[in-house]
């Protein structure tokens, strides 16, 4: 089990996925807005998604759990 | 046996290191034999080494664990200290701290390079009187690195351990190179940790080299073998002068790694939306020269990047700022990676090119409990002292305090130039009319908010407009991209007789 955390603070602006979902090592899977920028959040490993913990627009701190992999 | 038999025998015990079965171990952990190490690091190997029947007449003792002399890299003559793992797991008596201390002082007397090989267990708690506390004890290694450190390049190679104060070797080296595996540091070891605070950790959690590569900061390169560690340190050489006083040597012209009309232009890069990410490195290959970047802490706060390069030939530190992580922000990581690799370009006459694309110093409680500010400080500090040739290259964006570190206009560069797409603000149009207008939208119906965002927006923008600032001269001149390695290649050269002396005190009282 893989957990995607953001690796900056700031606030939900995308999700590309949802659970049940399978994705790619390397994909995209959400993006964080945060200094004005938008902040790529990609998976660093295959699986299906378990768990999407935020909803678009929450705020959300550095290293805080986003999406759940199983 | 005649005396020069029994000098040919002695020495050849010596050449053999320790005992079969360290040889053996080292074996199965894909280790190198130090002499095999320095065979692989030095053109012609080993040319002179001193101390070689030190503690001779003790038993199991060869060189007393450490190989110090010296050789070539790329014609260049250079010192050594190679810790011999075979003996005693490669632990410092007092012979090997004075043979230590002895090449740092000839290699400040020749000022030439020191490469440290290292592969130690620490002190030899045995000898503790005779090598640790005392004028000549280990700390006056630490004392000598200091010293050298700007003076001649420091290199660490870290094959194996280096264990508590030893750990502070690698510290004081201007680059350290760590195989992956093998190499760890730390002050106390998991079995100490376990005994004094009672935490539980394996050796790589401790103080292996991929943690400290990318989390911790202490090691600058990793690599999978003891191979590649040394042709890493061989090719580090050739970006580097013998000493302070010397410049780096330049190399005959070269193509762009990506020359333009094969590929994207640069403007094809650089998305349009000031907020989308690109990557940085595809706009680097467009200006240096092909197969000539050496980066720098590759794996710690990689929203920045730190890299030897070449351009035409010449030697040029780079400081980038990578929109594709993290979004270029600049936090307390980021910041001290910066200003250890400026302040290593100066020190040795490598003139620094800034690309730059930031959204400024990241925000928040989280940054401000670590202390972005002086952490910050620390990166405009170095930048500022630099006194090589500096030029500050506006990519796209260059928000607040993050044009400040990276080498804006009120900071000296020899030139501040901007490609078309540069935005230059204490911050963007979507935060400033924010700020600026917050009551005055919030009294708004809200059907007419928008249309009053977008335009005082558009009004802000035109107000940043790059040829704006090119007319106050703010930026120095307006490059296409596909001109900017020329126009790059052209001021380096016009910059290369720049011989200026920041201050003449003592030094700054350093923001750390």
């Given at each position: 089990m893989e957990v995607i955390r953001t690796p900056i603070t700031g606030t939900v602006w995308k999700i590309h996925v949802k659970a049940g979902d399978e994705v790619k090592a390397g994909e995209e899977v959400a993006i964080v807005e945060s200094m004005k920028m938008e902040i790529p959040i990609v998976s660093d490993y295959p699986g299906n998604v378990k768990t999407v913990f935020r909803e678009e627009g929450d705020f959300i701190n550095e290293g805080e759990d986003l999406i759940e992999l199983d | 046996m005649t005396w020069e038999e029994d000098l040919r025998r002695k020495a050849a015990r010596i050449a053999q290191g320790g005992p079969h079965n360290y040889h053996q171990r080292n074996k199965e952990k894909n280790k190198l034999f130090v002499r095999e190490r320095l065979r692989l690091l030095l053109d012609h190997g080993i040319e002179t080494e001193d101390g070689k029947f030190a503690n001779e007449a003790a038993e199991g003792l060869p060189a007393d664990g450490v190989i110090t002399g010296t050789g070539k890299i790329h014609e260049q003559t250079v010192c050594f200290i190679a810790n011999d793992s075979t003996v005693k797991a490669g632990s410092w008596g007092a012979h090997t701290v004075e043979k230590m201390i002895r090449i740092q002082e000839k290699a400040e007397r020749l000022q030439i390079p020191l490469l440290y090989l290292v592969d130690s267990a620490g002190a030899r708690i045995t000898d503790q009187i005779d090598m640790?506390?005392?004028?000549?004890?280990?700390g006056r290694i630490f004392h000598n690195q200091i010293k050298l450190s700007g003076q001649v390049p420091q290199v660490c190679i870290l094959f194996g351990p280096s264990a508590a104060g030893g750990a502070y070797i690698p510290a004081f080296c201007d680059i350290v190179i760590m195989t992956e595996g093998n190499a760890s540091m730390y002050l106390g070891s998991p079995r100490m940790a376990e005994m004094v605070i009672g935490e539980r950790v394996s050796l790589e959690e401790m103080g292996g080299a991929k943690m400290h590569c990318s989390v911790s900061g202490c090691g600058d390169i990793l690599v999978q073998n003891e191979e590649e560690a040394i042709q890493k340190a061989r090719d580090y050489m050739t970006y580097m002068p013998a000493n302070y006083t010397k410049q780096p040597k330049k190399c005959g012209a070269q193509h762009p790694a990506i020359a333009t009309p094969r590929g994207k232009t640069i403007e094809d890069i650089i998305p349009q939306n000031q907020n989308s990410p690109f990557n940085m490195y595809e706009l680097i290959e467009r200006i240096i020269d092909e197969d000539s970047l050496f980066e720098i802490k590759a794996l710690f706060a990689p929203e920045i990047i730190t890299a030897l390069s070449r351009i035409n030939g010449r030697v040029v530190g780079i400081v980038a700022n990578q929109p594709s992580v993290k979004g270029g922000v600049l936090f307390p990581d980021t910041a001290d990676k910066a200003a250890r690799f400026i302040t290593l370009c100066d020190a040795f006459h490598i003139p620094l090119l800034f690309l730059v694309d930031v959204p400024g110093f990241m925000i928040g409680t989280h940054v401000e409990k670590q202390g972005i500010i002086r952490h910050g400080a620390k990166m405009v500090a170095a930048m500022s002292e630099a006194t090589v040739p500096k030029i500050s290259v506006i990519v796209r964006k260059a928000y607040g305090a993050g044009l400040y570190a990276m080498a804006g206009p009120a900071f000296e560069p020899d030139c501040c130039l901007a490609l078309p797409t540069a935005q230059v603000a204490v911050m963007g149009p979507e935060a400033a009319v924010n700020a600026v207008y917050a009551k005055k939208i919030a009294s708004l119906p809200e059907e007419k908010r928008q249309a009053f965002i977008e335009k005082k927006r558009k009004e802000y923008k035109e107000n940043i407009d790059i040829y704006r600032l090119a007319s106050e001269m703010i930026v120095d001149e307006v490059v296409s991209g596909e001109r900017l390695r020329e126009e790059l290649t052209s001021r380096f050269n016009v910059y290369t007789t720049k011989n200026v002396t920041f201050s003449q005190r003592k030094h700054p009282v350093y923001p750390v």
């Open positions: - | 640790f506390p005392g004028r000549r004890g280990a």
